[in-house]
Nanobody, 116 residues
Framework: QVRLVESGGGLVQPGGSLRLSCVVS????????MGWHRQTPGKQRELVTS???????NYADSVKGRFTISRNNTKTTVYLQMNSLEPEDTAVYYC??????????WGQGTQVTVSS
């Protein structure tokens, strides 16, 4: 059974930074394209960034230049460095596969709130 555990969220002022972590257990992590998704109330969950096992990355236009995804295949952990945060980034953030071949069971996510 694959388990995803996200952490690192919190309350931050506009322009601030946060670093999210996601520990993945029970999967062949080093062979899977991983992503960070986010969801706000009343909206569909959206993929904001993904990273291949070799480290190739992709970003949604809304976060390009501000967010950086990375992974450590030995620690089976994926990270999201978020800089220059905006109120529009407020959401629950989840890690999972990027979705092309389906998803693992979703974790609890981590709340990010950007507010002054």
């Amino acid at each position: 059974q694959v388990r995803l555990v996200e952490s690192g969220g919190g309350l931050v002022q506009p322009g601030g930074s946060l670093r999210l972590s996601c520990v993945v257990s029970g999967s062949i992590f080093s062979m899977v394209v991983m992503g960070w998704h986010r969801q706000t109330p009343g909206k569909q969950r959206e993929l904001v960034t993904s990273i291949t096992p070799a480290g190739r990355t992709n970003y949604a236009d809304s976060v390009k230049g501000r967010f950086t995804i990375s992974r450590n295949n030995t620690k089976t952990t994926v990270y999201l460095q978020m800089n220059s945060l905006e109120p529009e980034d407020t959401a629950v953030y989840y890690c999972n596969t990027e979705g092309r071949a389906g998803y693992y069971p979703w974790g609890q996510g981590t709340q990010v709130t950007v507010s002054s």
